[in-house]
């Protein structure tokens, strides 16, 4: 069975400092990886895309990490802002169209 | 030009009404989706469409009509709809079905 999980499933950082949010996935055939940030009652945004051959991505202040060995991946958010919370959304492709959704990350920052 | 639009916003409908949910982008991409997400849930992919023609149906049933009128447009026809049906509903677009999607803002469906 294709899946995503992801951890913590929610957390809470003072503005400024850092977190990593965790994504171990079980798809196969494996196509690319991807981490979206979805505001509350918003579409998710795409903020990486990584393919089996890469390893890390950055975005301004995010950073991904894969590992395609131990299928994992991690998502970095450096010098936290208030406006980073939001839910944080691994997501993985496999055979063309399809995605394989995690459950999301909420991240709460507070001043 | 690189967003995908949604209109409406919010939509408040009864079981009896007949609406219509519409989705936009002019980023020339030939693949487009329609999500249903449900509260604290990861989208549920509905439909696909690629080069305006309807490539997968995920068993939804026929209260929901997807509709492509070109390659920009994406609509997305409800009749005699559930309470259970309300739900946010994401509209995404992506060069061809192999590429990064990219969602709109999605349209918040209340069905009473």
């Known amino acids: 069975k294709n899946q995503v999980e992801q951890s913590p499933q929610s957390l809470i950082i003072l503005e400024g400092k850092n977190c990593t949010l965790q994504c171990n996935y079980t798809v196969s055939p494996f196509s690319n990886l991807r981490w979206y940030k979805q505001d509350t009652g918003r579409g998710p945004v795409s903020l990486t895309i990584m393919t089996f051959s890469e390893n890390t991505k950055s975005n301004g202040r995010y950073t991904a990490t894969l590992d395609a060995d131990t299928k994992q991946s991690s998502l970095h958010i450096t010098a936290s802002q208030l406006s980073d919370s939001a839910s944080y959304i691994c997501?993985?492709?496999?055979?063309?169209?399809?995605?394989?959704f995690g459950a999301g990350t909420t991240v709460t920052v507070r001043a | 030009d690189t967003e995908v639009t949604q209109t409406p916003k919010h939509l408040v409908m009864g079981m009896t009404n007949k609406k219509s949910l519409k989705c936009e982008q002019h980023?020339?991409?030939?693949?487009m989706y329609w999500y249903k997400q449900k509260a604290k849930k990861p989208p549920e992919l509905m439909f696909v469409?690629?080069?305006?023609?309807?490539?997968i149906n995920e068993s939804v049933p026929s209260r929901f009509s997807p509709e492509c009128p070109n390659s920009s447009l994406l609509n997305l026809h409800l009749h005699a709809l559930q309470p259970e049906d309300s739900a946010l509903y994401l509209c995404a677009s992506s060069q061809d079905t192999t590429d990064t999607q990219y969602f709109g803002p999605g349209t918040r469906l209340t069905v009473l």
């Open positions: 469409y690629s080069y305006e023609k309807l490539s």
């Open positions: 980023m020339g991409h030939r693949a």
């Open positions: 997501v993985v492709s496999f055979n063309d169209y399809k995605l394989s």
